[in-house]
């Protein structure tokens, strides 16, 4: 990565910023219908691009919220507002507004840490679903989020029992249609669910359902079922867009990494608040 | 030689005999780090108190609890131990020790003194707890023998057969050595004899005595250990973790999937493209992994590489590289169980000739990749 996109990225991160990409935030081209989505030559969904061609994935809308039309922030730094439209238990909203209140700054993505669930999802520099049928797998590969992998397991495998808990879990996926459908558990309570810092638990069982409604577009679907953390389960989701031509490139956070002392260290007033 | 070693023994080769023994006796187990790196092997203690917390995360689970001193205060310390991998494979848990416990930990505390102590032997009740089993990555999977899987067209597969699972571990070695050097070095890449760091490549002269100053401090700057940077280059290959291949024939590409460092992904590339920068061309844009161009020559991929930064370390033991690394890799699957590796390393900055070394990997059937992140307790 060159040093000029490095040190955007790293601004962006240490202002806390939506990270901008130019991919992602390309003007609208004029209105045109977009073309259907692609299928293999067996004629099952592909969810990457068209033979001959590359592209991979970058979120378009990824608030983990209810109600996406009414997410503001309650002020600078505080949890958002409408963070109340989940099912949020106590506790947790607590936790929420006390890493608010922290700036942040214990921001696990910040120190390099893989984040799992809907998060990987929102991951700023794109991600790739690989549809393997011949090893009944797939595969989501991220560009950031530590630069890792996540399996889904396509062969009507069960979760194992007493998983040790990660930050991917145990995900077993199958086909509803044109629809993937992701089943996973055995997650960690480390992690955080979004840039908000919405926290889930060990109990945290997610349904995921990814959609390919055109060549341009991903819809993502999640449920957040965490009884640890949530009163019930609750639903929620993000659009992805395609970007084509493009392919995933190496993001080492480790190289350069100097978000934390920013946020934390000397620099934190002078850098990350206006 | 080590300082601390150097102030235990005059000169010469006992000194070279009592480091060595000091690192294959501390050794226990193929940590994320040599122990010596970060503890005093000349400072062993035995400490005895209740359990406060457990943190059971890799690269390195700690166990702290609080040691009550002769005037009675109490001091919390951290006990640490091996990697989450290694103590599940061991049939330990993150219920084996509680808060609450009382436990007794001997072994080397911090050299930079603070109040942490590596865990030699833990007892709880007076048993031993926590001993990492010798074959803890031998054991997996069991014994495979086969012909080669291959592909409709004949070309050798590199991952699973057909509706079958494993991934590539136990490499026959740990570190980088031109093939025909007989060095005795460890399983970290620590020489035995700091006299033979000559005969382990044709280093230019900066770049031996780079190795060998790494090799005096015990390794303990590498930058893996220090701050999570990858085990990028041939060292990838050389992980106690092992790594999966995945080959992606209808995008051309293969993906490495790495179980130790931080679990990333790489590509190589089989299309017939030419290595280019992932930005703005490759002079701009060294890489971690580089660029990987690969293509088969009868039932080898030969891998060529290019486009290194030199932000790490490319192999166990602390080998210096440059920028100018060109990599070329035969990966020759000659049997389901075996993936015979030979690197040729071509530095013209760091070496005086190009050369060459391999090893075996095996096949781990029927196990999945442990799910493995250096970074999962650093803060």
Same mark, same amino acid.
Request: include cysteine; hydrophobic fraction near 35%; aromatic fraction near 10%.
């Given at each position: 990565?060159?040093?000029?996109?490095?040190?955007?990225?790293?601004?962006?991160?240490?202002?806390?910023?939506?990270?901008?990409?130019?991919?992602?935030?390309?003007?609208?081209?004029?209105?045109?219908?977009?073309?259907?989505?692609?299928?293999?030559?067996?004629?099952?969904?592909?969810?990457?691009?068209?033979?001959?061609?590359?592209?991979?994935?970058?979120?378009?809308?990824?608030?983990?919220?209810?109600?996406?039309?009414?997410?503001?922030?309650?002020?600078?730094?505080?949890?958002?507002?409408?963070?109340?439209?989940?099912?949020?238990?106590?506790?947790?909203?607590?936790?929420?507004?006390?890493?608010?209140?922290?700036?942040?700054?214990?921001?696990?993505?910040?120190?390099?840490?893989?984040?799992?669930?809907?998060?990987?999802?929102?991951?700023?520099?794109?991600?790739?679903?690989?549809?393997?049928?011949?090893?009944?797998?797939?595969?989501?590969?991220?560009?950031?989020?530590?630069?890792?992998?996540?399996?889904?397991?396509?062969?009507?495998?069960?979760?194992?029992?007493?998983?040790? #808990?990660?930050?991917? &879990?145990?995900? !077993? +996926?199958?086909?509803? /249609?044109?629809? =993937?459908?992701?089943?996973?558990?055995?997650? *960690?309570?480390?992690?955080?669910?979004?840039?908000?810092?919405?926290?889930?638990?060990?109990?945290?069982?997610?349904?995921?359902?990814?959609?390919?409604?055109?060549?341009?577009?991903?819809?993502?679907?999640?449920?957040?079922?965490?009884?640890?953390?949530?009163?019930? #389960?609750?639903?929620? &989701?993000?659009? !992805? +867009?395609?970007?084509? /031509?493009?392919? =995933?490139?190496?993001?080492?956070?480790?190289? *350069?990494?100097?978000?934390?002392?920013?946020?934390?260290?000397?620099?934190?007033?002078?850098?990350?608040?206006? | 030689?080590?300082?601390?070693?150097?102030?235990?023994?005059?000169?010469?080769?006992?000194?070279?005999?009592?480091?060595?023994?000091?690192?294959?006796?501390?050794?226990?187990?193929?940590?994320?780090?040599?122990?010596?790196?970060?503890?005093?092997?000349?400072?062993?203690?035995?400490?005895?108190?209740?359990?406060?917390?457990?943190?059971?995360?890799?690269?390195?689970?700690?166990?702290?609890?609080?040691?009550?001193?002769?005037?009675?205060?109490?001091?919390?310390?951290?006990?640490?131990?091996?990697?989450?991998?290694?103590?599940?494979?061991?049939?330990?848990?993150?219920?084996?020790?509680?808060?609450?416990?009382?436990?007794?930990?001997?072994?080397?505390?911090?050299?930079?003194?603070?109040?942490?102590?590596?865990?030699?032997?833990?007892?709880?009740?007076?048993?031993?707890?926590?001993?990492?089993?010798?074959?803890?990555?031998?054991?997996?999977?069991?014994?495979?023998?086969?012909?080669?899987?291959?592909?409709?067209?004949?070309?050798?597969?590199?991952?699973?057969?057909?509706?079958?699972?494993?991934?590539?571990?136990?490499?026959?070695?740990?570190?980088?050595?031109?093939?025909?050097?007989?060095?005795?070095?460890?399983?970290?890449?620590?020489?035995?004899?700091?006299?033979?760091?000559?005969?382990?490549?044709?280093?230019?002269?900066?770049?031996?005595?780079?190795?060998?100053?790494?090799?005096?401090?015990?390794?303990?700057?590498?930058?893996?250990?220090?701050?999570?940077?990858?085990?990028?280059?041939?060292?990838?290959?050389?992980?106690?973790?092992?790594?999966?291949?995945?080959?992606?024939?209808?995008?051309?590409?293969?993906?490495?999937?790495?179980?130790?460092?931080?679990?990333?992904?790489?590509?190589?590339?089989?299309?017939?493209?030419?290595?280019?920068?992932?930005?703005?061309?490759?002079?701009?844009?060294?890489?971690?992994?580089?660029?990987?161009?690969?293509?088969?020559?009868?039932?080898?991929?030969?891998?060529?590489?290019?486009?290194?930064?030199?932000?790490?370390?490319?192999?166990?033991?602390?080998?210096?590289?440059?920028?100018?690394?060109?990599?070329?890799?035969?990966?020759?699957?000659?049997?389901?169980?075996?993936?015979?590796?030979?690197?040729?390393?071509?530095?013209?900055?760091?070496?005086?000739?190009?050369?060459?070394?391999?090893?075996?990997?095996?096949?781990?059937?029927?196990?999945?990749?442990?799910?493995?992140?250096?970074?999962?307790?650093?803060?």
């Amino acid at each position: 990565m060159n040093r000029l996109l490095k040190h955007t990225i790293a601004s962006a991160l240490v202002l806390g910023l939506a990270i901008s990409n130019a991919y992602a935030q390309a003007p609208a081209a004029p209105a045109e219908p977009p073309k259907p989505a692609p299928r293999h030559a067996d004629g099952r969904i592909n969810f990457g691009p068209p033979e001959g061609e590359v592209g991979f994935w970058i979120r378009r809308t990824a608030n983990l919220v209810v109600n996406p039309e009414s997410y503001e922030a309650e002020r600078a730094q505080r949890a958002p507002v409408n963070i109340k439209d989940i099912p949020i238990q106590d506790w947790a909203y607590k936790l929420t507004n006390f890493r608010h209140d922290l700036f942040l700054a214990s921001e696990p993505y910040t120190r390099c840490k893989p984040a799992g669930g809907p998060r990987q999802i929102m991951s700023p520099y794109g991600f790739e679903i690989v549809d393997m049928p011949e090893l009944e797998r797939v595969y989501i590969l991220t560009t950031s989020n530590a630069m890792t992998y996540r399996i889904i397991y396509m062969d009507g495998r069960e979760h194992p029992k007493n998983l040790t #808990p990660s930050y991917f &879990g145990h995900s !077993v +996926g199958h086909w509803d /249609g044109d629809t =993937l459908v992701v089943d996973s558990v055995g997650y *960690n309570d480390v992690s955080w669910q979004n840039r908000d810092g919405l926290p889930t638990t060990d109990k945290l069982h997610l349904v995921e359902r990814f959609t390919r409604r055109d060549m341009n577009t991903l819809d993502y679907k999640v449920t957040i079922d965490d009884p640890g953390a949530y009163t019930k #389960p609750w639903e929620s &989701g993000y659009t !992805v +867009g395609w970007t084509p /031509g493009e392919e =995933l490139f190496e993001y080492v956070c480790q190289e *350069n990494n100097i978000s934390p002392d920013a946020m934390i260290g000397e620099g934190r007033y002078s850098t990350t608040v206006p | 030689m080590n300082r601390r070693v150097a102030s235990l023994c005059a000169s010469g080769r006992a000194c070279e005999i009592l480091a060595a023994l000091l690192v294959f006796g501390a050794s226990a187990t193929f940590a994320h780090h040599p122990v010596g790196a970060k503890f005093d092997e000349g400072k062993v203690t035995t400490l005895s108190g209740r359990v406060t917390a457990v943190d059971w995360a890799n690269p390195h689970v700690h166990v702290f609890f609080n040691v009550k001193a002769a005037d009675g205060s109490e001091s919390n310390w951290a006990t640490e131990l091996a990697s989450v991998v290694e103590l599940d494979g061991s049939g330990w848990a993150a219920d084996t020790i509680e808060p609450g416990d009382t436990i007794t930990v001997n072994g080397p505390v911090a050299l930079n003194g603070s109040r942490q102590i590596w865990g030699t032997t833990v007892q709880l009740d007076g048993k031993t707890v926590f001993t990492v089993a010798e074959d803890v990555f031998s054991s997996r999977g069991e014994a495979v023998s086969g012909p080669t899987p291959r592909w409709p067209d004949k070309q050798p597969r590199l991952g699973p057969p057909k509706g079958e699972t494993g991934y590539w571990a136990l490499p026959s070695k740990t570190s980088l050595m031109e093939d025909g050097a007989t060095v005795a070095v460890d399983k970290y890449g620590v020489l035995a004899n700091m006299n033979d760091a000559a005969k382990v490549a044709p280093f230019q002269k900066w770049a031996l005595d780079l190795y060998s100053l790494r090799q005096r401090n015990w390794l303990k700057d590498d930058p893996m250990f220090l701050n999570c940077i990858p085990p990028a280059g041939p060292r990838q290959f050389q992980q106690p973790f092992g790594f999966q291949l995945v080959e992606d024939r209808d995008r051309s590409r293969i993906f490495v999937l790495l179980s130790g460092g931080n679990s990333n992904w790489r590509f190589i590339y089989t299309d017939d493209r030419t290595a280019t920068g992932q930005v703005t061309g490759n002079d701009d844009n060294p890489l971690f992994y580089g660029h990987s161009l690969a293509k088969w020559e009868g039932d080898t991929m030969v891998v060529t590489t290019t486009g290194f930064n030199e932000g790490f370390w490319f192999s166990n033991g602390g080998l210096p590289h440059t920028n100018k690394l060109t990599l070329t890799e035969r990966f020759t699957r000659s049997d389901l169980g075996t993936l015979h590796y030979a690197v040729t390393v071509d530095d013209p900055g760091a070496y005086t000739r190009p050369w060459t070394s391999s090893w075996d990997l095996h096949w781990v059937a029927g196990q999945e990749l442990p799910e493995f992140y250096c970074q999962d307790n650093r803060q």
